[in-house]
């Protein structure tokens, strides 16, 4: 088997027994054609279409006869959002034969993004988001600084050198801006949008502002807003909502905004390798990003925020699960120091398991609720305490 992610593969495998339709969704490149035609050894009856390809693009022209042509078999288009129409097809070609395992969608677009398929096949598609690679997918491929330079697209970190890694995000950028996102049908200036990504990658894990982003790219802060949710829609940056309680506290109520993969993000700040990195203003930001993107891959059940107060005080990340809270902060130090804002949130919540996440490899206590670990050791904690 190629390498891929298994954990995901069951799920799919599992998905596909229980629903007509099953959607792998996730960013270009990160994995979903190879786990795709990994499932499709395993079906005797199959055919795959990579509607980036035009031959099979126009297989589709006439999309019912194709379909019912190949009833038989397990179809996989790849690439979906370049055909929506194709979802009002699918619905009727599932409504004259209702069984389950016969349809498996590529996307490199949110659900939100792919309006039709959530219209037209609302109770017969599952859908799966697939992330770039974790660290329990590569722990043994490859080291925590390399993950965290070079990021989780497959062939950013598996290249031969930190040299051939940036060319390749860099080439990555370039597609996704002049090519992905003109093919989602939104007409975007390439140089404007370029700017926004690099702004977004200057303000990564900080509150947005998309008056000032909007002054900078001489728009208006409403099309910055805009912007910026295509961007996160595509899975290139996500926008972390501040929690919501009913608390006396004056609570900040602006998202904070990052690019999602840290080695995209230090592509667009001109980091090249560890040093780069580790003398840079964005390493405790970068070091933010990088493990909240691994904690929420893994565990995609929890819901994620911050937490700030009009005063400061502040908790970077609040994991919420049946009633359960987590409280994670992120520290890029060996030895790391805690602000008295972060003891006073916990008191305020009232939340009794807290962590501290920084790049070491053992875990130790200082205080009774709050554990100091490295990524690892808190994923493996959550595997075990929060289903």
């Known amino acids: 088997m190629s390498f891929i992610n298994r954990q995901k593969y069951a799920e799919i495998v599992e998905m596909m027994?229980?629903?007509?339709?099953?959607?792998?969704?996730?960013?270009?490149?990160?994995?979903?054609?190879?786990?795709?035609?990994?499932?499709?050894k395993e079906k005797k009856e199959h055919v795959?279409?990579?509607?980036?390809?035009?031959?099979?693009?126009?297989?589709?022209?006439?999309?019912?006869?194709f379909l019912e042509a190949n009833r038989g078999k397990l179809v996989c288009i790849d690439e979906v959002q370049?055909?929506?129409?194709?979802?009002?097809?699918?619905?009727?070609?599932?409504?004259?034969?209702?069984r389950n395992c016969r349809f498996l969608i590529l996307g490199s677009a949110s659900r939100d993004l792919l309006k039709q398929g959530s219209e037209s096949l609302a109770g017969r598609i599952c859908y799966i988001e697939?992330?770039?690679?974790?660290?329990?997918?590569?722990?043994?491929?490859?080291?925590?600084?390399?993950?965290?330079?070079?990021?989780?697209?497959?062939?950013?970190?598996?290249?031969?050198?930190?040299?051939?890694?940036?060319?390749?995000?860099?080439?990555?950028?370039?597609?996704?801006?002049?090519?992905d996102i003109p093919q989602l049908g939104f007409s975007l200036d390439s140089v404007r949008l370029r700017k926004l990504l690099t702004l977004c990658a200057h303000q990564q894990g900080q509150l947005i502002d998309y008056t000032?982003?909007?002054?900078?790219?001489?728009?208006?802060?409403?099309?910055?807003?805009?912007?910026?949710?295509?961007?996160?829609?595509?899975?290139?940056?996500?926008?972390?909502?501040?929690?919501?309680?009913?608390?006396?506290?004056?609570?900040?109520k602006t998202p904070k905004v990052y690019i999602r993969d840290s080695?995209?993000?230090?592509?667009?700040?001109?980091?090249?390798?560890?040093?780069?990195?580790?003398?840079?203003?964005?390493?405790?930001?970068?070091?933010?990003?990088?493990?909240?993107?691994?904690?929420?891959?893994?565990?995609?059940?929890?819901?994620p925020s911050f937490y700030r107060t009009s005063h400061g005080a502040e908790i970077d990340l609040l994991l919420q699960r049946k009633g359960?809270?987590?409280?994670?902060?992120f520290k890029a130090s060996k030895a790391p120091v805690l602000s008295k804002g972060f003891y006073m949130s916990l008191e305020t919540l009232n939340i009794t398991d807290a962590w501290v996440i920084a790049p070491i490899n053992d875990h130790?206590?200082?205080?009774?609720?709050?554990?100091?670990?490295?990524?690892?050791?808190?994923?493996?904690?959550?595997?075990?305490?929060?289903?």
């Open 17 to 40: 027994d229980h629903f007509p339709v099953v959607a792998i969704i996730g960013p270009r490149q990160c994995g979903k054609s190879t786990i795709a035609k990994e499932i499709l």
């Open 48 to 65: 795959y279409l990579d509607l980036d390809r035009l031959s099979d693009l126009q297989k589709l022209k006439e999309a019912e006869f």
């Open 82 to 98: 370049r055909f929506p129409e194709l979802f009002s097809v699918l619905r009727a070609e599932i409504d004259e034969d209702r």
């Open 130 to 179: 697939l992330s770039n690679f974790s660290l329990s997918e590569v722990n043994s491929k490859t080291d925590l600084n390399s993950l965290w330079v070079r990021g989780g697209f497959p062939d950013s970190l598996l290249s031969g050198n930190d040299e051939v890694s940036l060319v390749w995000r860099e080439n990555f950028i370039r597609t996704y801006i002049e090519r």
């Open 212 to 252: 000032a982003f909007g002054k900078l790219l001489n728009q208006s802060g409403q099309s910055s807003r805009n912007h910026i949710e295509l961007l996160e829609k595509t899975f290139v940056v996500r926008i972390l909502k501040p929690f919501e309680g009913n608390l006396k506290k004056r609570l900040v």
């Open 263 to 303: 080695g995209i993000l230090h592509s667009l700040l001109e980091i090249e390798d560890i040093n780069d990195l580790l003398g840079s203003y964005v390493m405790g930001p970068s070091w933010e990003g990088f493990a909240m993107e691994q904690i929420l891959a893994e565990h995609p059940k929890l819901k």
């Open 324 to 329: 359960k809270t987590i409280a994670v902060e």
């Open 364 to 387: 130790y206590k200082i205080k009774e609720n709050i554990t100091v670990s490295g990524l690892k050791t808190f994923l493996e904690y959550l595997a075990e305490n929060v289903k």
